[in-house]
């Protein structure tokens, strides 16, 4: 079932989403040569206890963990550990709170000092496929041109999109209906957006091939090239207004 959220719903999401936001400035600070991934693990803990908001990564399914970090051939969900982040490594941060019951998600890629041009170029590719996709959360639009916009972004800088991983509605739970894929068509393509429907949108875009491999722990997704990945992903309502990305500072 898709749900639509009033506008104090959103209010309470927006909280979240802010909260969110802080998580990834704290988290980006801390993502320096040399620290590891379980140090940006610990920042991100502490604004969530500084806000008096909840994780809603923190043992989801498990996971043990307030964020998601994942490294340069990582595409989404790697666990916080001893790895260090090293100069020309890009680095993944995928994290979410809870306010009052209500959910914010959202991811950004960063580069650790000074990264290659194609690790830069798949930053900035990923990044605009997120932007396009936002400018077609509209009211009367339908779902799969949400999809449409990261692969055309995507693939015509001549990089590829994972398709087994998708965005997807949020509210009350991280992942509602429906599934929002990277990719045009899908199960929900003919849906029409309408005022309230809240989407956490999450562009995966791999510099070589699109296929993925599981490791052993049963979370970490990554390329099964080796070749690099990014991430990004805003929280995003309908509103009479247009898209109003709820995740920011
Ligand atoms: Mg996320
Ligand atoms: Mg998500």
Redesign the pocket.
């Known amino acids: 079932m898709i749900t639509k959220k009033s506008r104090d719903q959103i209010a309470l999401m927006r909280r979240a989403g802010r909260v969110v936001a802080e998580m990834h400035e704290e988290c980006i600070r801390a993502s320096k040569p040399g620290a590891t991934t379980l140090d940006v693990d610990r920042v991100a803990r502490d604004v969530l206890e500084r806000r008096g908001a909840q994780s809603n990564f923190l043992n989801y399914h498990g996971f043990p963990a307030v964020i998601?970090a994942s490294p340069n051939h990582v595409i989404v969900h790697g666990i916080p550990d001893a790895t260090v982040l090293e100069e020309g490594d890009i680095f993944s941060i995928?994290?979410?709170a809870i306010i009052e019951g209500w959910h914010g998600?959202?991811?950004i890629t960063i580069p650790i000092g000074t990264v290659d041009t194609e690790s830069q170029r798949l930053i900035d590719i990923t990044q605009a496929s997120l932007d396009a996709a936002i400018e077609r959360v509209v009211d009367g639009k339908r779902l799969g041109e949400v999809g449409a916009a990261v692969e055309d972004i995507a693939v015509g800088a001549g990089f590829t999109v994972v398709k087994e991983y998708v965005g997807h509605g949020i509210g009350t739970a991280m992942h509602e209906e429906p599934q929002v894929p990277n990719y045009a068509g899908g199960p929900n393509a003919k849906y029409r957006m309408k005022e309230g429907l809240v989407l956490?949108i999450?562009p995966m875009v791999n510099a070589g091939t699109a296929e993925t491999f599981l490791l052993d722990d049963g979370w970490t997704v990554v390329t099964r090239d080796g070749r690099r990945s990014a991430h990004f992903?805003h929280t995003i309502a309908v509103t009479e207004h247009g898209p109003e990305v709820l995740t920011l500072p």
Do not use: I
């Open positions: 998601c995928d994290c979410g998600d959202a991811a956490a999450e992903e």
